[in-house]
């Protein structure tokens, strides 16, 4: 069964930095195109990074220039690099598999997600 377990959200204020971290186990990651999702209050669930096993990126332009996605293939771990993060970032974050061209295909079942909270 795959398990993703998503961690290092937190308070920060404008103009900060995160990174966020997914450990994926029961699946082969190493050839899983994975990115990362965030839902805001109030809205539908969005895929804003990717990256494929060929580590091809790939970024909504929300967050092109400013979050970095990245993995460790031993450690079976995806991360996500957030830099200059604005309070339109407040939003629980999930990785999951994902598609080069941002469009959601079928996915596992979603990890608790992590909360990043963007605020003065």
């Known amino acids: 069964q795959v398990q993703l377990v998503e961690s290092g959200g937190g308070l920060v204020q404008p103009g900060g930095s995160l990174r966020l971290s997914c450990e994926v186990s029961g699946t082969n990651f190493r050839v899983n195109t994975m990115g990362w999702y965030r839902q805001a209050p109030g809205k539908e669930r969005e895929l804003i990074a990717s990256r494929t096993g060929a580590d091809t990126r790939n970024y909504t332009k929300s967050v092109q220039g400013r979050f970095t996605i990245s993995a460790d293939v031993a450690k079976d771990t995806l991360y996500l690099q957030m830099n200059n993060l604005q309070p339109d970032d407040t939003a629980i974050y999930y990785c999951?598999?994902?598609?080069?061209?941002?469009?959601?295909?079928?996915?596992?079942?979603w990890g608790q997600g992590t909360q990043v909270t963007v605020s003065s």
């Open positions: 999951n598999l994902a598609t080069l061209r941002l469009v959601t295909p079928t996915i596992y079942s």
